[in-house]
């Protein structure tokens, strides 16, 4: 059974790529910073509570073969995301003006899933190790908003050191992090 003290752990372990995310973000973000913070923290916190769910009921057939492509979604993802953060930032240039990342339904929905994925894997382990299933999302889902919100605004705060090539900046930390997230799950 896991304790407490483990689940904590694991909410903390799986949010902070959420976490990396919401502080890129914020850091490009120029207005409506509060509403932005907010739906950034509600969509990864929302996908980061329901992946155990849907591990849960996946578990032994559907867990090998989605935890098989894994990686390998979430690199595209969030190579996606970056390279699309990168691409604006740098026709905005061109045009010379200052690049406003338009975080719309899409782009909130995609890296939600992007940062979640790997709670797949602990819907699973619940299922395996008959552990708290309801509490286990109720962690990882409201420590992920805190910790999001929270990142957003660190980001919105130290991304005006950067000033005009934060976007940039922040679309290659995003990329950088699914290429962790690829390499942590193909190889350890």
């Known amino acids: ?10 909410a903390v372990g799986v949010s902070l790529d959420a976490f990396a995310v919401a502080a890129c973000w914020g850091a490009s973000c120029r207005r409506k910073v509060t509403l932005s913070a907010l739906k950034t923290a ?3 916190g929302f996908f980061q509570a329901l992946m155990p769910v849907l591990g849960w009921f996946a578990l032994f057939r559907a867990a090998n073969v989605i935890s098989m492509w894994v990686p390998w979604i979430v690199l595209i ?9 990168i691409y604006e ?20 929905i995609v890296a939600g899933l992007a940062v979640s994925l790997d709670a797949l894997g ?35 705060f130290f991304g005006h050191l950067f000033e005009r090539n934060i976007e940039i900046i922040g679309g290659i930390a995003i990329i950088l992090i699914g290429c962790k997230i690829f390499i942590e799950q193909m190889f350890f």
């Open 89 to 108: 930032a740098v026709a905005a240039k061109k045009e010379g003006v200052t690049p406003v990342p338009e975080i719309g339904i899409k782009m909130l």
């Open 77 to 85: 993802l969030l190579g996606g995301i970056g390279g699309k953060m």
């Open 122 to 156: 602990v819907g699973v382990s619940l299922a395996l190790t008959k552990g708290p299933l309801l509490l286990a999302i109720a962690m990882m889902g409201g420590f992920t908003f805190v910790i999001s919100f929270a990142g957003y605004f660190l980001g919105r």
């Open 1 to 10: 059974m896991l304790s407490y003290f483990d689940l904590t752990v694991i």
């Open 42 to 44: 509600f969509s990864f």
